[in-house]
């Protein structure tokens, strides 16, 4: 599952995570994190959202509150967690907590979850923290960086609305007449924490996950790992395996293509040289995906893309060939404004552009929407 040569440059316990994915000991451990309060379920509930997505953000608006009211008794204010909520504020919020009370909410976890360097703990041994963030997803566990890391280039993304986005456009199934499920193949480019394929688990019979970003892949191999999930390959690549020596048996070619893009450069003020490679990519990045794509995909395979979109429409509509449908979700004069784009290289030859309006109730886009 792991290759060893791409995770060295992670300050993480790279080579533990790896060791316990391959032994089965990170999906028993994902089983008992779910069944002490890190399911979706208990999450949403906790935080109070309807997405667990929207845990992190709605956490740290209620965070604001509690700082402006306690800015005194911060952190201890927190010293009195309901067990239920342990979890869940350290792995998804981020949040330091009294070490004493993750231990014996863990159990005889406490030690495995040191090992892994899950947990660190503050110079005088009282605090916790999760040094990664991980959001139940679904029946996965996706693990990425904290909401609060922002900044640095190999941040691996914490899923936002983008993903939940992404996943709503996914098919329902890949398999048609003559095609069992066994022999289908789904490649996700620019995997960050692998959520679009964990949160999909079985669509598939081989999936593989690419990033440029290392960090990212060994977070996503960390988060199938946990979720138990052993159908799912993550490797680094820029776009996708492009040399033959990166290749191989088994790759490609795709009948689906999966692609949450950064945004060009060109279309939003960047922070400078340490904006994360999720946010922000150069230019040419999309064009490349584009022009190469097509060779990759298997007869009436399909593309997804989720991505910025220029207020004159997008461009893609304008030179695929076969069909094309798009639409964008962000309302017209809010920037950046984003969207999905669907392709069927051998669809018949339309292109359907439209704009569609989310609501709190439904706030992220169906498959329904983009093909319907
Ligand atoms: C918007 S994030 C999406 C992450 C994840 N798929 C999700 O939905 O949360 C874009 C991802 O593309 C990756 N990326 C940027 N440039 C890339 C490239 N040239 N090849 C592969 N991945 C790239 C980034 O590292 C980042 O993980």
Partial sequence: MADPSDCEPLGYAAAAWRRACNTGVLTGLGRRLQALGLSERAVTQCFGVRCPGHAPRAFRARLGRIAASAAKSWPPVFETVPPA??????FVAGLRLPAECVARRVGDDWPLLRELALVSLSADRILAQ???????????????DRADRERGRDTALICDDSAFHTIGAVPGRLAGPGR????????DVGTGSGIVPLARPGLAGSVLGTDINPRAVAMARLGAGLSGISDVTFRVADLWPGTRSDRVPGDGPWDLITFNAPIPDHAILAGGEDEPLYRVGPADLLPRFWAGVGALLAPRGEVIVHSWQPESGYPACLNLPGSVSAIRYTPRGVGPAFGLTLWRPDGPDQCRSMAVTLTENASHVTRALLDP
Avoid at 85 to 90: D, E, F, Q, T
Avoid at 132 to 139: E, F, Q, S, T
Avoid at 180 to 187: C, E, K
């Fill in 130 to 144: 999760a040094t990664v963030a991980i959001l139940p997803v679904g029946r996965a566990l996706v693990v990425s």
């Fill in 85 to 90: 909520a342990v979890l869940p504020y350290l």
């Fill in 180 to 187: 069992d499920r066994a022999g289908t193949r789904w490649l």
